[in-house]
């Protein structure tokens, strides 16, 4: 509910939030602990003994920081610096499987968040705890790289898997250990063959079943599932799990909740043809009402935990870039204010997306106007060689080619760069097709390296020179004017070869070369 309250803007859904985060933040004691801690009577759904577990503590840290990035309230970084400190001197001696065994499949949620809490601190002790959160969080790389759970029936909890599916790559953040990444993904094709589900989700019915259409598959595994790979997307920036997200997303999660979030299932069955009041081939049933639509069908736990399925998607629409830039790698209607290179810039996504493929950008900057765009479709095969029409049906002035966050070449078009001629600086078009020529060369000699031929000095110039080309003029970091732009194209001709390497003109060597003694 928290960042639906924010997201909305809604005055009455903040005041029902803040009793708990101002409670929260009073609970804590002088050694940084937080939350109950008297044992109280058990009540059906609700979690009321072992009140010291570990895990009731990580649901109210990912909260904590949801209501920090909505607030910006300091009280928060103190509140989870002064928790972190404790958990550092406690873990050693109650680890995280101390209480439950949720709290040991669930770590990475912890780990997650001490993270988020170092990007901005700085504080060396987070690191440290982050190797223990992780050295006590079940081992999930090794059950995706070395181990058969996801090939047999009944080996673990559905929700768990959705839950610990982040926190190889959480991990990575400070391992930087690419077989991080690879367990990831060895797990998603390893699913598609065993207990996945067109939804992108797996049958569980509470433990893991081989993916058949009259399986169950719980509510909370969509909405933790999504989390997951918004964490995941947010990481790598890898458009696979957008993709993927995407698939949960507008398959799993609306079909089991009505639109006025008034009720839910439990389970879902792929081939479910009634919502009726029976037993089912589950394994774990609650008195034949999974399938119902309710708000206590089945198990509570949904209940609780389905408002953060829209909301969080909502928020991971947009994403910051490294290079200090704005990326959208999961689409819907949408408004984004933010700054970028200094400059404060708005957009508008409109769109139908996944109903229709239409998505138009309208981009604002302040004091320069607003600039329409329209996502283009894509042309059969993959096809980057001939120019795209846009959703309008019309063939656009230019066509970008982006690969590995570069701008690729030979897959780039413009009708404008006929423009060149005559309309700009006298050795344009001259140095645009010199340097497109050089780079050509550089291709050839990456392949040969590539493919372990022996490299001459000339492949090793061509070397030198397409990095500095694809970093220092073709990353999309760089915004430079278009004389600037130029000189620099010199400057790294000059960089990598002799004057008559170029295959430029004399004329232009003579005018333009950066380093005339070179010309003596």
Not at 164 to 186: M, T
């Amino acid at each position: 509910m928290l960042p639906l309250a924010y997201l909305l803007d809604d005055e009455t859904l903040k005041e029902k939030v803040k009793p708990w985060i101002e409670w929260t933040l009073a609970s804590q004691k002088p050694n940084g602990y937080f939350g109950p801690d008297t044992d109280r009577t058990p009540e059906p759904g609700l979690q009321r003994t072992n009140a010291h577990d570990w895990w009731p503590k990580m649901v109210m840290l990912k909260i904590m920081q949801q209501y920090y990035s909505a607030t910006g309230d300091e009280r928060v970084i103190s509140f989870l610096t002064n928790y972190f400190k404790y958990q550092l001197a406690e873990l050693p001696k109650k680890p995280l499987g101390n209480w439950t065994f949720w709290g040991e499949q669930r770590g990475g949620d912890n780990l997650m968040v001490v993270y988020w809490l170092y990007n901005i601190t700085g504080e060396k002790f987070l690191l440290e705890l982050g190797e223990l959160l992780h050295k006590q969080t079940f081992n999930w790389t090794d059950v995706f790289l070395n181990q058969d759970h996801l090939s047999r029936q009944l080996s673990m909890h559905c929700v768990n898997l959705g839950q610990g599916f982040k926190e190889p790559v959480v991990y990575y953040q400070q391992s930087k250990e690419q077989k991080q990444i690879d367990a990831v993904k060895k797990a998603v094709k390893d699913m598609r063959n065993t207990i996945g589900l067109p939804t992108g989700l797996w049958g569980g019915d509470e433990l893991l079943r081989f993916g058949e259409p009259t399986t169950g598959s719980e509510l909370c595994t969509a909405i933790e599932m999504m989390f997951s790979l918004e964490e995941i997307l947010e990481i790598t920036g890898d458009g696979f799990w957008g993709d993927y997200l995407e698939r949960v997303t507008f398959n799993a999660l609306p079909t089991q909740v009505t639109d006025a979030y008034d009720a839910r299932q439990y389970y879902q069955q792929l081939n479910q043809i009634e919502l009726t009041h029976t037993d089912r081939n589950f394994v774990t049933c609650y008195e034949g009402t999974d399938q119902l639509m309710g708000l206590l069908a089945g198990y509570p736990c949904c209940t609780s935990n389905l408002h953060q399925g829209w909301p969080k998607y909502v928020q991971n629409l947009w994403y910051a870039t490294r290079e200090g830039g704005l990326a959208a790698l999961a689409f819907g209607p949408s408004e984004v204010e933010a700054q970028v290179a200094g400059k404060t810039v708005r957009i508008k996504e409109e769109t139908n997306y996944p109903m229709e493929e239409t998505i138009k950008f309208t981009v604002d900057f302040d004091g320069a106007g607003s600039i329409p765009i329209l996502a283009v479709t894509t042309m059969p095969g993959d096809d980057v060689t001939h120019p795209v029409p846009d959703n309008t049906g019309y063939i656009t002035e230019g066509q970008y080619y982006l690969k590995g966050g570069r701008i690729e070449p030979f897959g780039s078009l413009s009708r404008l760069k006929q423009n060149v001629n005559g309309k700009t600086r006298n050795d344009h078009r001259a140095l645009m097709d010199g340097m497109i020529k050089l780079y050509a060369q550089y291709k050839e000699s990456l392949e040969k390296k590539s493919m372990g031929f022996m490299m001459t000095e000339w492949d090793d110039k061509l070397l030198k020179y397409g990095e500095m080309f694809e970093t220092k003029m073709m990353d999309l970091s760089v915004n430079i004017p278009l004389e600037d732009a130029l000189d620099l194209g010199w400057d790294i001709l000059a960089e990598c070869f002799d004057p008559v390497e170029t295959g430029m003109k004399t004329s232009l060597i003579e005018e333009r070369w950066p380093n005339k003694d070179a010309l003596n």
